[in-house]
């Protein structure tokens, strides 16, 4: 089955303590994004990656940090969270054949006390 | 001005009606365009992409884009209770692909 998957799930923690959210998809797909959603805000694209290696800002990037070491793995690094931070997390992925044709993976939930 | 702005909701409709949403964009070198629906406590799902002007149908959603008034629509014919929903308009520029726009979405009520 194709999908993006992004653990965890849910995640309580408190400020400055480094998290990493994990995003996997199985499609081999180039183009993998995070998005954050907060209500009122609609998606909003922290950063995006389209290949191995090549990683770029999107609108809302600081305090948050990506890495493409592999296809199919696309990691959000959250250094020293902050309370601003707790949001709806989302990952996807696309084709470059189609890149705005995007999966998304279920989504985590990051509260930041 | 919002890069990508979607008209302001709830939209609420009765069973069986056309459901109108509307999406204008600011910046002209937008070339694709794309409707997602988000049911609540989900993830978006793509319904519908569209890439050139004119209208492109699909079961019951019809999408429309207008490039020189800078507006993409989504047309829900038939609404059924299960169309309930907030609806997404996403736009990319073909000169930097991986980078998508999104307006904040306009929620959808299909009333029995």
């Known amino acids: 089955e194709a999908q993006v998957t992004q653990n965890p799930r849910y995640l309580i923690t408190v400020t400055g303590k480094k998290l990493t959210v994990t995003c996997s998809q199985n499609?081999?797909?180039?183009?993998m994004s995070w998005y954050r959603q907060d209500p009122g805000l609609g998606l909003r694209q922290i950063y995006y990656?389209?290949?191995?290696?090549?990683?770029d800002k999107g609108d809302v990037p600081e305090g948050y940090k990506v890495s493409r070491k592999e296809k199919r793995n696309f990691p959000l690094i959250l250094e020293s969270p902050s309370p601003n931070q707790t949001s709806l997390y989302f990952c996807?992925?696309?084709?470059?054949?189609?890149?705005?044709?995007?999966?998304f993976g279920p989504g985590t939930r990051l509260t930041v006390t | 001005q919002k890069e990508v702005e979607q008209n302001s909701g709830p939209l609420s409709v009765p069973e069986g009606a056309i459901a109108s949403l509307n999406c204008t964009y600011s910046?002209?070198?937008?070339?694709?365009f794309f409707w997602y629906r988000q049911y609540s406590g989900k993830s978006p799902e793509l319904i519908m992409s569209?890439?050139?002007?004119g209208d492109k149908e699909d079961g019951r959603f019809t999408a429309q884009l207008n490039k020189a008034s800078q507006y993409v629509s989504l047309l829900i014919r038939d609404s059924q209770p299960s169309d309930s929903a907030t609806y997404l308009c996403?736009?990319?520029?073909?000169?930097?692909?991986?980078?998508?726009?999104f307006g904040d979405g306009t929620t959808l009520t299909v009333k029995p």
């Open positions: 996807a992925s696309s084709s470059p054949a189609a890149p705005g044709e995007q999966y």
């Open positions: 499609m081999n797909h180039e183009y």
């Open positions: 990656s389209m290949n191995v290696e090549v990683t």
């Open positions: 910046d002209r070198v937008s070339q694709s």
């Open positions: 569209i890439y050139s002007n």
């Open positions: 996403a736009v990319i520029i073909h000169t930097n692909a991986g980078k998508s726009t």
